[in-house]
């Protein structure tokens, strides 16, 4: 079984969480924060979002605050980077 972290990635994550991460940052800018599930939707909006950034959002829990682009990762279950003390 081969191991799916790549070397220049941290622990927990892949390529491909890291670009879906960055889109969705992208996407955000960091003038939203912190936003509700609405309010990242809206503001993507105001861009050119591609159709999987706007499913990720619309994938989000209503209700439910996030304080930046990790809430949005974990709430999605894309891969974040360990926090390193």
Avoid: C, Y
Avoid at 5 to 24: C, K, V, W, Y
Avoid at 27 to 39: F, H, I, N, T, Y
Avoid at 56 to 75: C, K, M, S
């Amino acid at each position: 079984m081969t191991d799916p972290h790549q070397p220049a990635t941290s622990p927990g994550t892949d390529e491909g969480d890291i670009e879906r991460r960055a889109a969705l940052a992208e996407s955000l800018g960091k003038e939203v924060w912190p936003a509700d599930r609405d309010q990242l939707i809206a503001k993507a909006q105001e861009g050119t979002p591609s159709d999987r950034v706007l499913a990720d959002l619309r994938r989000l829990p209503a209700g439910e605050q996030f304080e930046n682009i990790q809430d949005v990762a974990r709430a999605l279950g894309i891969g974040t980077e360990q926090q390193r003390f």
